[in-house]
């Protein structure tokens, strides 16, 4: 396939595209316009990350894994030392309370820390008994989900030479107590900080250890099976200290971790095994050359539970009262949609790279082969150049109701997510992903229009809103897509 040349000016706010027809478009040509779009939204990047709000943690490590993954892999210390600088910005978000509020979607509770931990907490408005609460919480999947970011970060800093890169050192020296005793062994061991109340489910406050433990309790979910179903904030836990404990194997002096704390962290890492081996299954695929493996995780958990009420209506009509009826008829094991599964590459292949010094050995590689054939056999289309929502290949609403009446995203347009969110790496385990590839960057490159028709539509007030993707635009939306979509077809 031959693609057209793109060069490009840098402007304020973008690139101007100017194509040049028959001409390959190779891998310079895609380092190029990631070093220049980065470059472009770098500061927005730092500026975004020193907000006053739980997003800023949240959305960083959306934008920035991908880059982070592809600059460790191939040694891009001058990116790393770049990404270094953005993650080291959230240092002066850091607060030390002496107590923390936590909310179970009841009542609204005090835990004493006794000063002792360092924590990211952004404002909070509750109504509770017709009360209104305002005050600062930590958002535990917001900084979750950005200290595996920066978990990966250090990890893969310890391999850049010492003394060349600033950013990098500083990192280094700032974030592992930070990461390990402040969050990580708080967590998982000392203070109680995680619950399903608000889910209607068993009354309690657990750390992170005893939820595993719970959750891995038949009994746990006995009232509503999704009270025990695993969550994005549980992955990133697991797989953040995984990266951590690979990073003291690199070196334990500037990533220290007493025995003591080994121990326990290992017998954690048990329990997570163990519940991750008992949830993945691996399926059988029919394809034209055969049968392959493919990957359910957590399959059946999420019955019920709203967000996925219409998992199987794939009709271009809104959903309605009448077709929630249709969907409990035919109810099915339910499966976790495309843009929380984004979750996956990242999360096993920390838990495979830091195998030896943990002692855990499932997931293996071949749940990432699983995954890929899942990707490519299941999910994609290569007729429609779209990703079903959901991982079992069902492709219907998402989330109907869930920011307020009219509201959802319809078939196809968690293909965003697909796109940006490192699915793409999962091209190491098969190579026909390589072929997903080039269709994303015809879509990307050369039919924009196509792409917003359907990638990331989102439904308010009953009516599709579409984002622009357009080379005209050259918006910062664009840029922040192509920012995550170009590492992930680079490697």
Known sequence: MHYRKLTFYSLSLGIVLLIQTNLVFGQDDKKEILHDVFANQYTYLKKYISNDHFMSLYKTQIWTNNLLYYAGERKEYAILDSLAGLYLAALEKLERPDFVIRYNGVVVDTLLTGGFYTMWRYPMERTVNNSVFQYREEH??????????????????????????????????????????????????????????????????????????????????????????????????????????????????????????????????????????????????????????????????????????????????????????????????????????????FAFQSVIKAAEVTGVHYPDSSVLEALANQLVYVIYDKKQQAFRNFINGNNGWYRVGYHGEGTASPPWSLSLAALEGGWLFLGKYNSDVNAIHEDMIDLVFHQPQKMSNRYGVYYRNYEPEYLDFSLESNSRLRQLMLLQFLPSVML
């Not at 600033?166 to 990461?179: C, K, R, T």
């Not at 109680?192 to 250890?209: D, T």
């Not at 099976?225 to 690199?250: K, P």
């Open 140 to 345: 535990l999947l917001s900084s979750a989900q950005f200290l595996y970011l920066v978990s990966m970060a250090v990890n893969y800093s310890l391999e850049a030479p010492p003394g060349r890169y600033s950013n990098i050192d500083s990192l280094v020296q700032a974030y592992p107590e930070i990461i390990l005793a402040h969050h990580y062994r708080r967590w998982i061991f000392e203070m109680e900080h995680f619950q399903v109340k608000g889910w209607g489910c068993i009354e309690g406050w657990y750390n992170h250890y005893e939820f595993l433990q719970m959750k891995n309790d038949v009994r746990f979910a006995r009232k509503k099976r999704y009270c025990g179903a695993l969550t994005d904030s549980d992955l990133w836990i697991i797989a953040g200290l995984c990266e951590m404990m690979d990073a003291n194997r690199r070196d334990s002096a500037k990533v220290f971790i007493s025995e003591t704390d080994k121990a326990l962290f290992r017998v954690y890492l048990e329990e997570a095994a163990d519940i991750l081996q008992s949830r993945i299954d691996i399926k059988r695929i029919k394809t034209a050359s055969g049968t392959v493996a493919g990957f359910a995780f957590d399959e059946g958990y999420w019955n019920h539970y709203p967000d996925y009420r219409y998992e199987r209506y794939e009709d271009t009509l809104f959903p309605g009262e009448r077709r929630l009826k249709w969907r409990k008829r035919t109810s099915s094991r339910t499966a976790w949609d495309i843009s929380h599964g984004r979750r996956f590459f």
